[in-house]
């Protein structure tokens, strides 16, 4: 597989994104990296990519407000969203925003180049969910109504900010 043009590579772990960018170019995909949504729009300036893979989490930006903006600059460009806190409700905002697809870390260049492809689609859950898992998705569901403000949420969650904050510590530590 030979990529024509070069896929832009958006994730704030450098690390990542470096080994990423290897086993890519293995494949004969060409990457551009970036670091930061400041890095990513100027590498929309160079030659156009066709494809992006774009982090949830950009140093606790969202990489979904760059993704409409990525998109305003390429509107062919085809975006997979990954994140290593894969919750039901950012996949649809993700998808919703024009992600073609979504993806859970870790992930193999396989499962990404597939990612690409039309008809794959998301595996976001293989069994039913469990009771933490629903209560953390109601929590990113309304977190997400509320831009991330986490005492709008606890407000809206009726729920003590403290306590908020705890749960999703907790959850950050349980799945990183």
Same mark, same amino acid.
């Given at each position: 597989?030979?990529?024509?043009?070069?896929?832009?590579?958006?994730?704030?772990?450098? +690390?990542? /994104?470096?080994?990423? =960018?290897?086993?890519? *170019? &293995?494949?004969?995909?060409?990457?551009? $990296? @970036?670091?930061?949504?400041?890095? +990513?729009? /100027?590498?929309?300036? =160079?030659?156009?990519? *066709? &494809?992006?893979?774009?982090?949830?989490? $950009? @140093?606790?930006?969202?990489?979904?407000?760059?993704?409409?903006?990525?998109l305003a600059r390429n509107p062919a460009l085809d975006v997979v969203v990954l994140t290593g806190y894969g919750s039901i409700a950012t996949a649809v905002d993700a998808m919703r925003r024009g992600a073609v697809n979504y993806l859970c870390k870790?992930?193999?260049?396989?499962?990404?180049?597939?990612?690409?492809?039309?008809?794959?689609?998301?595996?976001?859950?293989?069994?039913?969910?469990?009771?933490?898992?629903?209560?953390?998705?109601?929590?990113?569901?309304?977190?997400?109504?509320?831009?991330?403000?986490?005492?709008?949420?606890?407000?809206?969650?009726?729920?003590?900010?403290?306590?908020?904050?705890?749960?999703?510590?907790?959850?950050?530590?349980?799945?990183?």
């Amino acid at each position: 597989m030979t990529e024509a043009t070069p896929w832009l590579l958006v994730d704030d772990d450098e +690390a990542f /994104a470096t080994v990423l =960018g290897r086993a890519l *170019a &293995r494949r004969g995909v060409e990457t551009v $990296l @970036a670091h930061t949504p400041e890095q +990513a729009l /100027a590498a929309m300036a =160079g030659p156009v990519p *066709a &494809r992006c893979v774009l982090d949830l989490n $950009l @140093a606790g930006d969202s990489g979904l407000h760059l993704l409409p903006e990525l998109l305003a600059r390429n509107p062919a460009l085809d975006v997979v969203v990954l994140t290593g806190y894969g919750s039901i409700a950012t996949a649809v905002d993700a998808m919703r925003r024009g992600a073609v697809n979504y993806l859970c870390k870790p992930v193999t260049v396989d499962q990404l180049l597939a990612a690409f492809e039309p008809e794959t689609m998301p595996d976001l859950r293989p069994a039913p969910p469990s009771v933490e898992e629903l209560e953390w998705e109601h929590i990113q569901r309304v977190l997400g109504e509320h831009d991330g403000n986490v005492s709008a949420t606890a407000r809206a969650l009726n729920m003590h900010r403290r306590t908020l904050q705890r749960k999703l510590q907790k959850r950050s530590r349980w799945r990183g």
